[in-house]
C-alpha cells in the first residue's frame, strides 16, 4: 500500500520592520550641509519632529533633552525619532556662553558655524524627516528615543554618496539627496535591530525567538492569537515568552498586537474603499461593535467618524530646518 506524503507549505512570514517603514511613510526633504570650525553652540526646541545627523568629518557634541551627551565622528548617524530639545556643539573648543551661534551662508550652499576663516574642522547633514502616517506617533512609540549607529560599513558607503552629492551640485541635487537619506534612516533602524538598543519593536525583531512570534503576527493578525500561540511560535514557556517580550519590545503581547491591529485599521479606514464591518473583520474582530469600541477607546472617535475625517485629507505642516 503506497504510503500517502502530505506536505505543508507555511507561508512566507511578513517583515515587521518593512510594514512599519510602509507605514511611516518617511521622507527627508529637510536637509542642511553645516561646516563648523573654532567654538560654537547651537540650541534648538523642535517638539515633535523627526530629527537626524549624519557626520560627514570631524566631530561634534549632540545632547538630546533628557539624553546623556553624545560624541558624534565621521561615519556615525543619529535618528531621533520624536525630538524634544536638543544642542549641538563643538567638541575641542567650548563657546563662552549658552548663546546660539548664529550661521553664516557660504557660496557653496553650507553653512558655517563659529569660525568663518580657514578649513572647517567639522562637516555633517543635519535635518528632519516628515512620516506620512496618520498614526505615525503610535509607530514611532515603537522605535527608540534615539537611534545611533556608528561606522556601519553600509552607512558608511551611503554617507560617502551623501558628501559627495552634497559638494558636487549635480542636476536634481536635492532630490536624490533625500531618495539618499530616506535609505539611510531605513538601514539605521535595520542596524539598530542587531544593537542592544533600549527596549523597542527593532530589539525584538533583533531576537531570533522573538522575531518568529512578531513575524507570524503581522502574517495574520486577524487570528485570534493568545500569550500561549505566540509563545509556542518563538519555543518558549509562555512566563519566559511574556516576560522576554515585555522586557525587549517594552510593551506586553497582546497590547503590542492591539496597537498593531488599530494602526491596520486606521490606515484601511483612511483608504477608504472597505466597509467598517470588512475591516473589523481583517484585524480580528468579530463583530463591527466589537471592533468600534475597541476603535474608539484607541482613538477617541468612532471608526466612521474617522474614515470621514480623514477623507478630508489634511497635509502636515512644513517645518523649519534645524541645524
Not at 85 to 94: H, I, K
Not at 263 to 269: E, G, S, V, W
Amino acid at each position: 500500500m503506497r504510503r500517502r506524503s502530505f506536505i505543508i507549505e507555511r507561508p512566507e512570514l511578513t517583515d515587521p520592520l518593512a510594514e512599519i517603514v510602509t507605514f511611516l511613510k518617511p521622507r527627508a526633504p529637510y536637509s542642511k550641509w553645516v561646516t563648523a570650525a573654532g567654538a560654537w553652540r547651537v540650541r534648538r526646541e523642535e517638539i515633535g519632529h523627526v530629527f537626524y545627523c549624519m557626520m560627514l568629518d570631524g566631530r561634534i557634541s549632540l545632547t538630546v533633552d533628557g539624553e546623556p551627551p553624545l560624541l558624534l565622528e565621521a561615519g556615525d548617524f543619529v535618528l531621533v525619532p520624536s525630538s524634544f530639545g536638543f544642542t549641538t556643539q563643538s567638541v575641542d573648543e567650548t563657546a563662552d556662553d549658552d548663546a546660539s551661534s548664529k550661521p553664516v551662508f557660504l557660496d557653496n550652499g553650507a553653512l558655517r558655524l563659529g569660525r568663518i576663516d580657514g578649513p572647517p574642522d567639522s562637516q555633517y547633514l543635519v535635518g528632519h524627516c516628515v512620516f506620512g502616517s496618520p498614526d505615525a506617533d503610535l509607530l514611532v512609540a515603537l522605535l527608540p528615543k534615539v537611534v545611533v549607529v556608528r561606522r556601519d560599513g553600509r552607512l558608511e558607503a551611503l554617507a560617502r554618496l551623501l558628501r559627495d552629492e552634497t559638494l558636487a551640485r549635480r542636476p536634481a541635487r536635492d532630490i536624490v539627496l533625500e531618495r539618499l537619506l530616506e535609505v539611510l534612516f531605513i538601514e539605521a533602524l535595520r542596524s539598530t535591530a542587531a544593537s542592544d538598543a533600549a527596549p523597542c519593536l527593532l530589539r525584538g525583531l533583533g531576537d531570533p525567538r522573538l522575531a518568529q512570534a512578531l513575524r507570524a503576527l503581522h502574517q495574520a493578525p486577524e487570528r485570534n492569537w493568545s500569550v500561549e500561540a505566540l509563545a509556542q511560535i518563538a519555543a518558549l514557556s509562555r512566563s519566559t515568552f511574556f516576560s522576554r517580550f515585555h522586557n525587549t519590545i517594552g510593551t506586553p503581547p497582546m497590547e503590542y498586537l492591539y496597537r498593531w491591529r488599530m494602526i491596520l485599521a486606521k490606515n484601511m479606514l483612511q483608504q477608504g474603499t472597505l466597509s467598517v464591518a470588512a475591516i473589523a473583520e481583517r484585524v480580528g474582530y468579530g463583530s463591527s461593535s466589537a471592533f468600534s469600541l475597541a476603535f474608539s477607546r484607541y482613538s477617541g472617535q468612532a471608526p466612521a467618524h474617522f474614515a470621514r475625517a480623514t477623507a478630508k485629507g489634511n497635509d502636515p505642516a512644513g517645518a523649519e530646518q534645524p541645524l
